[in-house]
Protein backbone atom coordinates (compact mmCIF):
# COMPACT_ATOMS: atom_id res chain seq x y z
CA UNK A 1 0.00 0.00 0.00
CA UNK A 2 1.11 3.39 -0.74
CA UNK A 3 1.98 6.15 2.47
CA UNK A 4 2.50 9.40 2.70
CA UNK A 5 5.37 10.36 4.38
CA UNK A 6 7.23 13.72 4.96
CA UNK A 7 10.32 14.28 3.87
CA UNK A 8 13.11 17.21 3.73
CA UNK A 9 14.37 17.92 0.47
CA UNK A 10 17.71 20.27 0.80
CA UNK A 11 19.26 22.84 -1.72
CA UNK A 12 22.07 24.89 -2.36
CA UNK A 13 20.45 28.77 -2.87
CA UNK A 14 22.89 31.64 -3.85
CA UNK A 15 20.75 34.81 -1.88
CA UNK A 16 20.69 38.65 -3.45
CA UNK A 17 23.43 40.89 -0.73
CA UNK A 18 19.06 42.20 -0.01
CA UNK A 19 18.10 38.94 1.42
CA UNK A 20 21.70 37.96 2.81
CA UNK A 21 20.90 40.66 5.02
CA UNK A 22 17.56 40.13 5.62
CA UNK A 23 18.57 36.79 6.50
CA UNK A 24 21.16 37.24 8.38
CA UNK A 25 19.30 39.74 10.66
CA UNK A 26 16.29 37.22 11.41
CA UNK A 27 19.23 34.49 12.25
CA UNK A 28 20.54 37.08 14.55
CA UNK A 29 16.86 37.74 15.97
CA UNK A 30 15.90 33.92 16.17
CA UNK A 31 19.45 33.36 18.15
CA UNK A 32 18.26 36.32 20.74
CA UNK A 33 14.54 35.64 21.07
CA UNK A 34 15.65 31.99 21.68
CA UNK A 35 18.46 32.81 24.53
CA UNK A 36 16.31 35.45 25.98
CA UNK A 37 13.00 33.28 26.56
CA UNK A 38 15.85 30.23 27.33
CA UNK A 39 16.66 33.16 30.19
CA UNK A 40 13.03 33.80 31.15
CA UNK A 41 12.19 30.22 31.63
CA UNK A 42 15.04 29.57 33.69
CA UNK A 43 14.58 32.50 35.73
CA UNK A 44 10.90 31.44 36.83
CA UNK A 45 11.98 27.74 37.15
CA UNK A 46 14.77 28.34 39.73
CA UNK A 47 13.04 31.06 41.70
CA UNK A 48 9.85 29.91 41.01
CA UNK A 49 10.01 26.19 40.53
CA UNK A 50 7.51 27.47 37.92
CA UNK A 51 7.38 25.85 33.86
CA UNK A 52 6.64 28.63 31.33
CA UNK A 53 4.69 27.79 28.88
CA UNK A 54 4.92 28.16 25.19
CA UNK A 55 1.88 30.88 24.85
CA UNK A 56 3.44 32.94 27.58
CA UNK A 57 6.62 32.76 25.98
CA UNK A 58 4.77 34.11 23.00
CA UNK A 59 3.36 36.91 24.68
CA UNK A 60 6.40 38.12 25.64
CA UNK A 61 7.61 38.09 22.53
CA UNK A 62 4.81 40.47 21.70
CA UNK A 63 5.69 42.56 24.77
CA UNK A 64 9.51 42.64 23.57
CA UNK A 65 8.79 44.25 20.38
CA UNK A 66 7.02 47.15 21.64
CA UNK A 67 10.19 47.80 24.00
CA UNK A 68 12.20 50.60 22.57
CA UNK A 69 15.24 48.14 22.97
CA UNK A 70 13.77 45.40 21.03
CA UNK A 71 11.88 46.99 18.61
CA UNK A 72 14.05 45.45 15.63
CA UNK A 73 12.33 42.36 16.43
CA UNK A 74 8.72 43.61 14.51
CA UNK A 75 10.94 43.85 11.66
CA UNK A 76 11.70 40.69 11.21
CA UNK A 77 9.59 38.05 10.06
CA UNK A 78 7.25 36.83 13.01
CA UNK A 79 7.12 33.30 12.03
CA UNK A 80 10.54 32.16 12.45
CA UNK A 81 10.84 33.81 15.73
CA UNK A 82 7.74 32.03 16.85
CA UNK A 83 9.09 28.23 15.47
CA UNK A 84 12.62 29.45 17.80
CA UNK A 85 10.04 29.49 20.54
CA UNK A 86 8.21 26.03 19.52
CA UNK A 87 12.09 24.45 19.42
CA UNK A 88 12.53 26.01 22.89
CA UNK A 89 9.57 24.10 24.09
CA UNK A 90 10.43 21.10 22.50
CA UNK A 91 13.69 21.35 24.29
CA UNK A 92 12.00 21.93 27.90
CA UNK A 93 9.25 18.77 27.07
CA UNK A 94 12.25 16.85 25.85
CA UNK A 95 14.57 17.51 29.36
CA UNK A 96 11.87 17.20 31.65
CA UNK A 97 10.94 14.03 30.06
CA UNK A 98 14.38 13.33 30.52
CA UNK A 99 15.29 12.19 27.31
CA UNK A 100 17.47 15.33 27.02
CA UNK A 101 19.99 17.72 29.15
CA UNK A 102 18.89 21.27 30.26
CA UNK A 103 18.69 23.40 26.87
CA UNK A 104 21.60 25.47 26.13
CA UNK A 105 21.84 29.22 25.07
CA UNK A 106 22.69 29.56 21.18
CA UNK A 107 25.81 31.26 21.02
CA UNK A 108 27.13 33.54 18.56
CA UNK A 109 29.96 31.08 17.34
CA UNK A 110 28.72 27.51 17.73
CA UNK A 111 25.38 27.70 16.87
CA UNK A 112 23.91 26.77 13.27
CA UNK A 113 22.31 29.49 11.72
CA UNK A 114 19.14 29.13 10.74
CA UNK A 115 15.54 30.31 10.46
CA UNK A 116 12.72 27.92 9.81
CA UNK A 117 9.37 28.86 7.95
CA UNK A 118 5.78 27.93 8.33
CA UNK A 119 3.21 27.98 5.46
CA UNK A 120 2.05 31.72 6.18
CA UNK A 121 5.64 33.34 5.66
CA UNK A 122 6.37 31.70 2.39
CA UNK A 123 4.84 31.47 -0.96
CA UNK A 124 5.80 28.49 -3.69
CA UNK A 125 4.62 28.20 -6.88
CA UNK A 126 5.71 26.74 -9.71
CA UNK A 127 9.30 26.01 -8.26
CA UNK A 128 9.67 29.43 -7.59
CA UNK A 129 10.46 30.03 -3.45
CA UNK A 130 9.90 33.41 -1.85
CA UNK A 131 10.43 34.02 1.75
CA UNK A 132 8.51 36.65 3.62
CA UNK A 133 10.01 40.11 3.96
CA UNK A 134 11.30 39.35 0.28
CA UNK A 135 10.47 40.47 -2.94
CA UNK A 136 12.08 38.20 -5.14
CA UNK A 137 11.89 34.53 -5.06
CA UNK A 138 15.08 32.50 -3.81
CA UNK A 139 17.80 31.52 -6.58
CA UNK A 140 17.66 27.75 -5.78
CA UNK A 141 19.98 25.27 -7.54
CA UNK A 142 17.30 23.53 -8.01
CA UNK A 143 19.92 19.67 -8.19
CA UNK A 144 16.53 17.51 -8.63
CA UNK A 145 12.57 17.96 -8.42
CA UNK A 146 9.96 18.10 -5.79
CA UNK A 147 7.54 15.76 -5.75
CA UNK A 148 4.64 16.40 -8.41
CA UNK A 149 2.33 18.65 -7.08
CA UNK A 150 4.46 19.39 -4.28
CA UNK A 151 2.76 21.89 -1.01
CA UNK A 152 5.88 22.09 1.09
CA UNK A 153 4.62 22.54 4.84
CA UNK A 154 7.70 24.33 6.44
CA UNK A 155 11.12 25.75 4.92
CA UNK A 156 14.44 26.17 7.12
CA UNK A 157 16.93 28.26 6.03
CA UNK A 158 21.07 28.06 7.22
CA UNK A 159 24.18 29.14 6.24
CA UNK A 160 27.20 26.36 7.38
CA UNK A 161 30.34 27.05 8.53
CA UNK A 162 31.97 27.42 5.57
CA UNK A 163 29.07 30.00 3.94
CA UNK A 164 27.35 27.99 2.45
CA UNK A 165 23.59 28.63 2.04
CA UNK A 166 21.03 25.84 2.07
CA UNK A 167 17.60 25.47 2.14
CA UNK A 168 15.39 22.35 3.49
CA UNK A 169 11.89 22.22 2.71
CA UNK A 170 9.83 19.70 3.76
CA UNK A 171 6.70 18.06 1.92
CA UNK A 172 4.52 15.40 1.36
CA UNK A 173 5.51 12.37 -1.01
CA UNK A 174 3.72 9.18 -2.18
CA UNK A 175 6.15 6.51 -1.71
CA UNK A 176 5.48 3.12 -2.72
CA UNK A 177 6.15 -0.52 -1.56
CA UNK A 178 8.76 -2.08 -4.22
CA UNK A 179 7.93 -5.78 -5.72
CA UNK A 180 8.99 -8.05 -3.44
CA UNK A 181 12.07 -10.25 -4.19
CA UNK A 182 13.73 -13.05 -3.12
CA UNK A 183 17.33 -11.79 -2.64
CA UNK A 184 19.20 -10.79 0.42
CA UNK A 185 22.20 -8.93 1.14
CA UNK A 186 24.90 -8.82 4.45
CA UNK A 187 26.59 -5.24 4.72
CA UNK A 188 29.86 -5.33 5.97
CA UNK A 189 31.35 -1.67 7.03
CA UNK A 190 34.78 -1.10 6.24
CA UNK A 191 37.60 1.51 6.48
CA UNK A 192 39.98 1.31 3.77
CA UNK A 193 36.39 0.04 1.29
CA UNK A 194 33.05 2.43 2.61
CA UNK A 195 31.07 -0.93 2.24
CA UNK A 196 31.40 -4.61 1.13
CA UNK A 197 28.47 -6.57 0.44
CA UNK A 198 27.87 -10.31 0.15
CA UNK A 199 26.82 -9.93 -3.61
CA UNK A 200 27.53 -7.65 -6.15
CA UNK A 201 25.07 -4.69 -7.51
CA UNK A 202 26.12 -4.20 -11.01
CA UNK A 203 26.49 -0.46 -11.47
CA UNK A 204 26.75 0.07 -7.61
CA UNK A 205 29.97 -2.12 -6.08
CA UNK A 206 32.83 -3.99 -8.03
CA UNK A 207 32.59 -7.11 -9.05
CA UNK A 208 33.39 -8.53 -5.84
CA UNK A 209 30.68 -6.42 -3.83
CA UNK A 210 33.21 -3.21 -2.84
CA UNK A 211 31.93 -0.15 -2.80
CA UNK A 212 35.43 2.09 -2.40
CA UNK A 213 35.38 5.61 -0.82
CA UNK A 214 34.09 8.55 -3.08
CA UNK A 215 36.83 9.30 -5.54
CA UNK A 216 39.19 13.11 -4.36
CA UNK A 217 38.23 11.90 -0.78
CA UNK A 218 41.81 10.68 -0.01
CA UNK A 219 43.19 14.47 -1.62
CA UNK A 220 40.41 16.02 0.23
CA UNK A 221 41.26 14.40 3.71
CA UNK A 222 45.22 15.60 3.08
CA UNK A 223 44.01 19.06 2.69
CA UNK A 224 41.74 18.28 5.54
CA UNK A 225 44.31 17.64 7.93
CA UNK A 226 46.48 20.28 6.65
CA UNK A 227 44.23 23.20 7.14
CA UNK A 228 43.13 21.93 10.71
CA UNK A 229 46.69 22.08 11.78
CA UNK A 230 46.69 26.27 10.98
CA UNK A 231 43.94 27.73 12.90
CA UNK A 232 46.01 26.87 16.50
CA UNK A 233 49.09 28.43 14.83
CA UNK A 234 46.75 31.82 14.03
CA UNK A 235 46.06 34.59 16.97
CA UNK A 236 43.24 33.47 18.66
CA UNK A 237 40.19 35.88 17.25
CA UNK A 238 42.17 37.28 13.99
CA UNK A 239 41.20 37.76 10.67
CA UNK A 240 43.68 34.84 9.57
CA UNK A 241 42.07 32.13 11.96
CA UNK A 242 38.97 32.73 11.06
CA UNK A 243 40.07 32.16 7.16
CA UNK A 244 41.46 29.15 7.97
CA UNK A 245 38.61 27.97 10.24
CA UNK A 246 36.62 28.90 6.86
CA UNK A 247 38.60 26.70 4.77
CA UNK A 248 38.59 23.68 7.35
CA UNK A 249 34.50 24.12 7.19
CA UNK A 250 34.87 23.99 3.56
CA UNK A 251 36.76 20.87 2.96
CA UNK A 252 34.87 19.16 6.02
CA UNK A 253 31.56 20.31 3.72
CA UNK A 254 33.00 18.73 0.55
CA UNK A 255 33.79 15.66 2.20
CA UNK A 256 30.77 15.08 3.58
CA UNK A 257 28.20 16.16 0.68
CA UNK A 258 30.07 13.62 -1.68
CA UNK A 259 29.55 11.24 1.06
CA UNK A 260 25.99 11.91 1.35
CA UNK A 261 25.57 11.55 -2.33
CA UNK A 262 27.14 8.12 -2.60
CA UNK A 263 25.33 6.67 0.76
CA UNK A 264 21.80 8.01 -1.13
CA UNK A 265 22.74 6.13 -4.48
CA UNK A 266 24.25 3.33 -2.60
CA UNK A 267 21.62 2.81 0.25
CA UNK A 268 18.32 3.00 -2.39
CA UNK A 269 20.07 0.35 -4.96
CA UNK A 270 20.52 -1.76 -1.82
CA UNK A 271 17.38 -1.56 -0.79
CA UNK A 272 16.00 -1.67 -4.47
CA UNK A 273 17.72 -5.19 -5.06
CA UNK A 274 16.99 -6.57 -1.94
CA UNK A 275 13.96 -7.95 0.19
CA UNK A 276 16.29 -8.44 3.62
CA UNK A 277 18.77 -6.34 4.27
CA UNK A 278 21.64 -7.39 7.37
CA UNK A 279 23.70 -5.05 9.13
CA UNK A 280 26.11 -5.34 12.09
CA UNK A 281 25.45 -2.69 15.13
CA UNK A 282 28.81 -1.28 15.40
CA UNK A 283 28.29 0.45 18.72
CA UNK A 284 30.42 -3.01 20.30
CA UNK A 285 33.04 -2.09 18.02
CA UNK A 286 33.39 1.35 18.75
CA UNK A 287 34.32 0.58 22.43
CA UNK A 288 37.70 0.24 20.56
CA UNK A 289 39.01 3.66 20.92
CA UNK A 290 40.32 5.15 17.62
CA UNK A 291 40.68 8.81 17.08
CA UNK A 292 41.91 8.58 13.54
CA UNK A 293 40.19 11.09 10.71
CA UNK A 294 40.02 7.95 8.77
CA UNK A 295 37.83 6.24 11.79
CA UNK A 296 35.41 9.48 12.41
CA UNK A 297 34.39 9.93 9.00
CA UNK A 298 33.62 6.30 8.65
CA UNK A 299 32.07 6.09 11.40
CA UNK A 300 29.68 8.86 10.78
CA UNK A 301 29.52 7.32 7.53
CA UNK A 302 28.03 3.78 8.69
CA UNK A 303 25.33 5.76 11.24
CA UNK A 304 24.40 7.64 8.58
CA UNK A 305 24.06 4.73 6.58
CA UNK A 306 22.10 3.23 8.73
CA UNK A 307 19.45 5.40 8.97
CA UNK A 308 19.05 5.86 5.70
CA UNK A 309 18.87 1.78 5.05
CA UNK A 310 15.93 2.10 8.12
CA UNK A 311 13.69 4.88 6.79
CA UNK A 312 14.10 3.05 3.48
CA UNK A 313 13.44 -0.14 3.84
CA UNK A 314 10.62 1.03 5.79
CA UNK A 315 9.50 3.01 3.03
CA UNK A 316 9.59 0.59 0.38
CA UNK A 317 8.58 -2.65 2.14
CA UNK A 318 11.87 -4.15 2.80
CA UNK A 319 13.07 -5.89 5.96
CA UNK A 320 16.18 -4.63 7.61
CA UNK A 321 17.55 -7.09 10.46
CA UNK A 322 20.90 -5.81 12.40
CA UNK A 323 23.08 -8.10 14.16
CA UNK A 324 23.94 -6.68 17.26
CA UNK A 325 26.05 -9.79 19.00
CA UNK A 326 29.77 -9.37 17.93
CA UNK A 327 30.76 -12.78 16.32
CA UNK A 328 34.08 -13.21 14.99
CA UNK A 329 32.70 -12.38 11.22
CA UNK A 330 36.03 -12.35 9.96
CA UNK A 331 37.34 -15.46 11.13
CA UNK A 332 34.41 -17.60 10.06
CA UNK A 333 33.92 -19.84 6.75
CA UNK A 334 30.93 -18.60 5.18
CA UNK A 335 30.87 -21.90 2.90
CA UNK A 336 31.86 -24.21 5.60
CA UNK A 337 31.42 -22.82 9.24
CA UNK A 338 35.27 -23.65 10.01
CA UNK A 339 37.23 -20.70 12.37
CA UNK A 340 40.36 -19.97 11.54
CA UNK A 341 42.77 -19.75 14.58
CA UNK A 342 44.14 -16.51 13.52
CA UNK A 343 43.00 -13.90 10.59
CA UNK A 344 45.49 -10.45 10.91
CA UNK A 345 44.28 -7.17 9.39
CA UNK A 346 46.74 -7.26 6.62
CA UNK A 347 44.78 -10.84 5.74
CA UNK A 348 42.68 -9.41 2.08
CA UNK A 349 41.94 -13.04 1.12
CA UNK A 350 42.88 -16.53 2.45
CA UNK A 351 41.95 -19.94 1.41
CA UNK A 352 39.69 -22.50 3.77
CA UNK A 353 40.78 -25.93 4.68
CA UNK A 354 37.42 -26.69 2.58
CA UNK A 355 39.31 -25.16 -0.59
CA UNK A 356 37.00 -21.98 -0.79
CA UNK A 357 38.92 -19.06 -1.70
CA UNK A 358 37.26 -15.88 0.38
CA UNK A 359 37.93 -12.12 -0.02
CA UNK A 360 38.25 -11.29 3.70
CA UNK A 361 35.09 -8.34 3.71
CA UNK A 362 32.93 -10.53 1.16
CA UNK A 363 33.37 -12.95 3.65
CA UNK A 364 32.46 -11.31 6.91
CA UNK A 365 29.46 -9.78 5.04
CA UNK A 366 28.01 -13.18 3.96
CA UNK A 367 28.56 -14.08 7.60
CA UNK A 368 26.63 -11.20 8.84
CA UNK A 369 23.62 -12.02 6.46
CA UNK A 370 23.97 -15.57 8.03
CA UNK A 371 24.32 -14.38 11.70
CA UNK A 372 20.67 -11.95 10.62
CA UNK A 373 19.06 -15.04 8.89
CA UNK A 374 19.75 -17.40 12.21
CA UNK A 375 18.57 -14.52 14.71
CA UNK A 376 15.37 -13.66 13.28
ZN1 LIG B 1 35.56 -23.50 4.72
Not at 8 to 28: I, M, N, S, V, W
Not at 34 to 56: F, H
Not at 158 to 168: M, Q
Request: hydrophobic fraction near 40%; include cysteine.
Amino acid sequence: MAQIVKRAFKFRFYPTPEQADELARTFGCVRLVYNKALQERTRAYRSEGRKVSYVESSAALTEWKRTEELDFLAEVSSVPLQQALRHLQTAFANFFAQRAGYPAFKSRKKSRLSAEYTRSAFRYHDGRLTLAKMDAPLNIVWSRPLPEGADPSTVTVSKDAAGRWSVSILCEDTVRPLDPTSDMVGVDAGITALVTLSRPIPGVTDDDGKVTNPRHERADRRRLARAQRIPARKEKGSANRDRARVKVARVHARITDRRRDVLHKLTTAIVRENQVVVIEDLTVRNLVKNHSLARAISDASWRQMRTMLEYKAQWYGRELLVVDRWFPSSKLCSACGALQRFMPLNVRDWVCACGVVHDRDVNAAKNILAAGLAER
